[in-house]
């Protein structure tokens, strides 16, 4: 087997939720690939990350055919359709409703809004898609489409939300990555605890191999790239604003360092500035690359929780990290905990749920003391020696609910492990702080 069959089977055995429906590229019937390509790049300028309507109509016209209905509204409405892989259900206002006088729609669009349409068509006949894709090439940037080899076909699964392209910094082929990645979210105003338990975790994931994917936010996003880069391990993080523009500021020098170790993505050109929706809209896109979301401090009202949400409604594990019950930073994580969520406390855990079948976590549980292995008949009788006084082998007997010879036999044997000594006919419970003797007496 070649190396790259041998690449091509692992990454067929390994699939993420997602690989088993792979949309083809969708074009126009006489759009080449290139024209596609520069079509998808001026979209994600004139079209908002998530727009359900625009991924409609890209859905039904293909890249080109849908840029060349904004910039040209006397696109003839009747002309073919791009091939589509999954058929459209006829929309509610393509016919009058029954009772209505109302002709039914025309135009290309139908049924979507014409502020939303006139939009569109305003940013599409000043957009540059040349200049986007030589300004990203500039920072070392590229533009991913689906179709192309390095498009993670798990982000499929958004269905018309699904981004319209991916701008990408950094050396690795997000594919190949986003087959082993988790994401660890959480609060920007972070505590110690959160910080550090993301830190942890994100360690724990790269020194086994695993993507550690985020948001590049102050916080618990930070612990988490930190956390990956310190184990020399693989980090992606997915902004709200164009790759070339670091945000938050306070993080220029972690993007850039993510960028040269891992991948900085996401759906905006270059230039592009981040607002409170495109952040929430980024989520989506977190939740549907990875596995599984891991949350490690949220409030009730958190973007952490929006991504954990997502991930579950998309089938990924979604998962928590458990906090002080008195910490409201804990509150989000562990009311997903009482819901959807699944508990987690270390890397082991994580890759239990999201890793390969016998991927299974140690299990957990207190140190064995050398009381615990003896015979429980022996065990009984260790517990009948009261503490602090020497007591004869018949009243042990007593205690112990056994026969004196049983119990004389099992003092020696009690003996020659150190628990306890004989002074005359009594016995008691030797001063030598063995491990079973302390538990003994202090009752733990």
């Known amino acids: ?47 908002e990350p998530g727009d359900e309507h625009a991924g409609r109509w890209l859905r039904t016209y293909g890249a080109a055919g849908f840029l060349r209905r904004l910039r040209d509204p006397a696109t003839d409405d009747h002309e073919t359709p791009a091939h589509t892989d999954t058929p459209l259900p006829p929309h509610p206002s393509h ?48 533009l991913v489409i689906p179709g192309d080899t390095e498009w993670p076909r ?14 990408i910094r950094g050396p690795a082929d997000l ?6 990645s988790v994401a660890v979210v959480g609060a920007r105003a972070c505590t110690p605890y959160g910080a550090h338990m993301a830190t942890t975790l994100a360690s724990g994931l790269a020194e086994r191999g695993w993507v550690v994917v985020s ?39 972690l993007i850039g360092r993510i960028a040269e170790q891992g991948l900085v993505l996401g759906e905006l050109p270059p230039g592009s500035h981040p607002t409170p929706s495109r952040f929430i809209l980024r989520n989506r896109v977190i939740a549907a690359l990875t596995r599984g979301t891991v949350v490690v401090e949220a409030e009730y009202r958190s973007g952490s929780l929006v991504t954990a949400r997502n991930a ?14 008195t910490s409201g930073l804990s509150a989000g994580v562990h009311e997903l905990l009482r819901g959807e969520a ?19 976590a140690p299990a957990r549980r207190g140190p064995v003391l050398p009381r615990d292995l003896l015979d ?62 302390n538990a003994r007496r202090g009752g733990t």
């Open 342 to 360: 699944t508990l987690v406390t270390d890397a082991a855990e994580v890759i239990e749920l999201v890793g390969a079948m016998g991927q299974l």
């Open 376 to 437: 429980p008949h022996t065990a009984r009788v260790l517990e009948a020696l009261p503490a602090g006084r020497p007591t004869r082998a018949p009243q042990i007997a007593d205690r112990a609910g056994t026969t004196p010879d049983d119990t004389l036999a099992r003092l020696y044997e009690l003996h020659s492990l150190g628990f306890v000594e004989r002074q005359g006919d009594d016995w008691r419970l030797t001063n030598s702080r063995t491990e079973g003797s």
């Open 1 to 47: 087997m070649t190396p790259d069959e041998a690449h091509t089977t692992a990454e067929t055995r390994r699939a993420t939720p997602g690989e088993e429906h792979d949309h083809d590229r969708e074009e126009t019937p006489h759009a080449t690939p290139d024209e596609e390509r520069l079509a998808r790049a001026a979209l994600t300028r004139i079209v």
């Open 95 to 142: 016919s009058a409703p029954r009772g209505s006088t109302r002709p039914p729609e025309t135009g290309p669009f139908p049924g979507t809004g014409e502020k939303r349409v006139a939009g569109w068509r305003r940013r599409a006949a000043a957009v540059e898609p040349h200049r986007d894709l030589d300004a990203a090439e500039r920072h070392g940037g590229r």
């Open 215 to 253: 948001g590049a936010a102050f916080g618990i996003d930070g612990a988490a790239h930190r956390g990956a880069l310190a184990a020399q391990g693989a980090t992606v993080a997915v902004l709200a604003c164009g790759v070339d523009t670091p945000y938050p500021r306070g993080h220029a020098g």
């Open 312 to 325: 579950h409604r998309l089938g990924r594990h979604t998962m928590g990290i458990p906090g002080p019950v």
């Open 154 to 167: 798990q982000l499929d699964d958004l269905g018309d939300t699904r981004p319209i392209g991916l701008w």
């Open 175 to 180: 594919r190949t990555w986003a087959l082993s």
